[in-house]
């Protein structure tokens, strides 16, 4: 595990160090596929990303973005493939704040140095969790009820995450400790496997994002609350749980990088690129709908601000509530 400082000095380092390897150069990008590496299997919020995203992308780079679903040890999988790749652009990863903010707290031994091994592109969309329940097992109509309900279960509620250690799942804890009630986790490979979980009655309920959007609007399961510090714009009859309980706040986010050493130019052009598709309104849409965020473009240095910003909180909020994982 690294510290803060290390962590911010690496990040600034490679910031500088792949500026000035693009400087002046010229490149004929792209002339074949790319492939974008997604942390988590197909059904979840980030692989609705990289799929509304990487289509019009491909479209005005004049070649197919591919999405590779890597999931695994919360990102830590997709991150290793990534980082290994040659640093020419054709190899892309979506990276969340749980892989950069909360992993490295997590895990003893990580299989990539974040910082070293990666340069950040733009963030990509910005969103919140919806708490949500299987209405036939947790027979409730707010979060009032729901910790009403959790408080009385005899053995207590089991809730699913997309992978232990995720925001999901920290999220979930941080309610636990805040409400005082108990609940057992039990994680899953992914935002579509986990939904399914909820939806079928083998767990109570989940904090989601685009995985749960759709089941929620079709009646599978009852959203009871969003986790970000105001009402959704998407869904704004829906409360924040900060209405109840003040100080609670779960803001997620994904990013797109490039491993380290990849040409400036090759990363401006990305950029650009990207921000021309995030202000597309079908693709906006469509990430609303699905309930995977609000595109959220920023340079490489504010992400690598966002970055350091979760590092520190996450961090706090692991040391608090006493989460581990098995490695």
Known sequence: MFGLARFVLAAAFTLSATAALGQGRQVDYPNRPIKLIVAFPPGGATDVIARVVGQPLGQRLGQQVIVDNRPGSNGNIAAEVAAKAKPDGYTLMIGSDSLFGINPHLYAKMPVDLAKDFVPITNLVANQLILAVNPANVPVSDLKGFVDFAKRAKPPLFYASIGNGSQHHLAMEMLKRQADFEATHVPYKGGGPAGIAVMSGEVAGMFGGGSVMPLAKSGKLKALAVSSRKRSTVLPDLPSISETY??????????????????????????????????????????????????????????????????????????????????
Not at 288 to 304: D, R, W
């Open 246 to 327: 003040p100080g609670f706040e779960v803001t997620i986010w994904q990013g797109l990088f490039a491993p380290a050493g990849t040409p400036q130019a090759i990363i401006d052009k990305l950029h650009t690129e990207l921000s021309a598709v995030l202000a597309m309104p079908d693709v906006a849409q469509k990430l609303l709908n699905t309930g995977s965020g609000e595109p959220n473009i920023t340079t490489a240095e504010e992400l690598a601000g966002m970055i350091r910003r979760d590092y520190e909180s996450y961090g706090k909020v692991i040391k608090e509530t006493g989460v581990k994982i098995d490695d």
